[in-house]
């Protein structure tokens, strides 16, 4: 059964960091695209970071750029993003997501991504 599980979100200051994690089940993350997107109220989800199977190739929104790392560890079937930096703007549920394939689709187009987790809350604010 294919599980996908977010953690580490929470509430953070104006320039502070969080590391969220993406922990996968049912499927081996060695063979599979992974990549996070930010859902907000009234908006479409945001595609933010893939990480190509073979964690050779990492792709990042330009909004992210700079401040935002995705990284993994295949052996442990996860996914993690560094966030630093943050901004009030960065509020939102963060989403942990897979193309079913090796590579990422570069445009980070929702519909690109079929297994989805629930999310975890990020909440940025003084």
């Known amino acids: 059964q294919v599980q996908i599980v977010e953690s580490g979100g929470g509430l953070v200051q104006p320039g502070g960091s969080l590391r969220l994690s993406c922990v996968a089940s049912?499927?081996?993350?060695?063979?599979?695209?992974m990549a996070w997107f930010r859902r907000t109220p009234g908006k479409e989800r945001q595609g933010l970071s893939c990480s190509n199977a073979d964690d050779a190739s990492t792709y990042y929104a330009d909004s992210v750029k700079g401040r935002f790392t995705i990284s993994r560890n295949n052996e442990k079937n996860t996914v993690y993003l560094q966030m630093n930096s943050l901004k009030p703007e960065d509020t939102g549920v963060y989403l942990c997501?897979?193309?079913?394939?090796?590579?990422?689709?570069?445009?980070?187009?929702?519909?690109?991504?079929?297994?989805w987790g629930q999310g975890t809350q990020v909440t940025v604010s003084s």
């Open positions: 049912g499927f081996s993350l060695n063979y599979y695209a």
């Open positions: 997501a897979t193309t079913r394939r090796p590579f990422c689709d570069l445009d980070l187009n929702v519909n690109e991504y079929d297994w």
